[in-house]
Nanobody, 118 residues
Framework: QVQLVESGGDLVQPGGSLRLSCAAS????????MSWYRQAPGKERELVAK????????NYADSVKGRFTISRDNAQNTIYLQMNSLKPEDTAVYYC???????????WGQGTQVTVAS
């Protein structure tokens, strides 16, 4: 079955950096666009970044453009989210999923908590 396992979240000070990972299995990862989402307390889940299957195209939410970078390693069935210049408003649980035009899978992983605070 599909498995999406996010990791790398932590407590970090404003201005700091983190690198998130998402290990995927159970579907055709190499031919799938992949995306990162996040959900802050009391808010709906939102798309943060997405990447095509061959890394040819990426797209970012305006709120993270210039600070976050999505990448993938098809040999490792893993995607990454490099987050720089973190702000308190980046605090959220971060999730990954397949798909470009919305999440492919209705079942989500456990997510990884990112907290930006001094």
């Amino acid at each position: 079955q599909v498995q999406l396992v996010e990791s790398g979240g932590d407590l970090v000070q404003p201005g700091g950096s983190l690198r998130l990972s998402c290990a995927a299995s159970g579907f055709s990862f190499k031919t799938s666009a992949m995306s990162w989402y996040r959900q802050a307390p009391g808010k709906e889940r939102e798309l943060v970044a997405k990447i095509t299957s061959n890394s040819g195209f990426t797209n970012y939410a305006d709120s993270v453009k210039g600070r976050f970078t999505i990448s993938r390693d098809n040999a490792q069935n893993t995607i990454y989210l490099q987050m720089n210049s973190l702000k308190p408003e980046d605090t959220a649980v971060y999730y990954c999923n397949a798909g470009w035009w919305g999440a492919t899978f209705g079942s989500w992983g456990q997510g990884t908590q990112v907290t930006v605070a001094s």
